[in-house]
């Protein structure tokens, strides 16, 4: 294997999940939700804002996901995209949301955007205020106009505070929306880093990488510890195609280590090489 790279204090990342759970009375969920199991779940989720509406989940519930325009995605990113291909693979309704126009109106990204609606409103809160009541809409029309009885929006943990805003939003309309949080866990980040951010230069592997780049990242992050501290695993379990029973068998591997662990970390890192080729075709 390559060279072992500092590895992230993924105990801080528990402790956060944690705090979370505590701070904002969320449910860890560790729980089946359809044919998907509950070691899968609580392996790939740290916290929902109601564990029960998301055991009842049917055939009228919707589960959102979204990335913003931000940059060329990482793991992280990717970890949202197969966040909701489980549940499209475990036969809910799914949608995958680009936020794009926050990006530009919102958060500076394009100056001349932001310009022109500086030029037409007399300032930039135009754009702001415009992007909150889109992503309200985002909230507010499956249930209201898609026929769904509850949506279930799939964001990261540190994002949660969108549900929470967009709480407060619909109270404020004659609208009476049903919709719950399930939030990710984080990617752990290389070399020390918390997690993979695209705010922190260094800290994932993105998909504008060379393939060879990507493997031997991704070999570099086998720290061979145990499964919940491991970055490989944990990557695993948030950007693979595995399910819960898989997922097991690498923790047993993992556990161990010797050649079966090491078969996995290629196979993995000839995955992630795959998806940075295709994203560069």
Known sequence: MG???EPPDVTA??????????EFDYARPAIDV???SASLLDRAFAATTDADALREADDDTLFVASAGLS???HVGTVAQMYAV???????????FLLADYEKYA???RDLDAVRGLADATGSTDFGSRTAELLCLADFLHPTIAGGYDRTVF???VDEHALVLANEQYAAKTPFEPAFEGLFTRLVPGLDGYPKMAKTIP???ITMDMAPERVRRLVREADDSRAPAESTVYQMLCLASEHDGRRLDDLADACRRGGEAWDAAVEAYADFLAGLADAWSA
């Open 3 to 5: 060279r072992a790279a």
């Open 13 to 22: 990342l528990r402790e956060h999940y944690e705090a979370v759970r505590e």
């Open 34 to 36: 359809g044919s998907m």
């Open 71 to 73: 940059g060329t995605p």
């Open 85 to 95: 291909e489980r549940f499209h693979e475990a036969g809910f309704d799914t949608q």
């Open 106 to 108: 919102a958060d500076g």
């Open 154 to 156: 799939v964001l990261g």
């Open 202 to 204: 260094g800290s994932g």
